[in-house]
């Protein structure tokens, strides 16, 4: 990792008020922790775009957020998230939405509405 990496991501982490260093608790990146739901559609030097596709019921595997990012919703959704500790909220975004995505240790994500939930998500390198 260069050095101009390496301080983007230091001033990345005051921004969001993110602990630097790695938790005991750190799962796996998405595209790493569970290629049957998160895929990799484009990565230069500068970005990463990954498709994220749950099914109805379908819960993906422990994963991090290593970098902040934005998802936008290709349809709507309704997906359970789970953190390490167990704690829980309901996640829900309509077709069209973008919104930003913080840094994340490990959590889970289950699709709990009735549709097939569809996301992308855009992470700067």
Not at 9 to 33: F, K, M, N, R
Not at 80 to 104: F, H, M
Request: hydrophobic share 40%; net charge positive; proline share 7%.
């Amino acid at each position: 990792m260069n050095r101009a990496v390496t301080i983007a991501l230091g001033l990345a982490a005051a921004v969001y008020a993110i602990p630097v260093s790695v938790s005991a608790q750190e799962a796996p990146p998405t595209y790493l922790a569970d290629p049957g739901v998160y895929k990799v559609i484009f990565e230069d030097e500068r970005f990463r775009v990954i498709l994220a596709t749950w099914k109805p019921g379908e819960a993906d595997k422990p994963h991090s957020h290593p970098v902040p990012s934005v998802v936008y919703s290709l349809t709507n959704c309704t997906n359970k998230l789970t953190s390490a500790d167990g704690q829980t909220r309901i996640a829900k975004s309509k077709a069209g939405e973008a919104r930003a995505v913080p840094y994340t240790a490990s959590h889970v994500a289950k699709n709990i509405g009735r549709s097939t939930c569809r996301v992308l998500f855009v992470e700067h390198k």
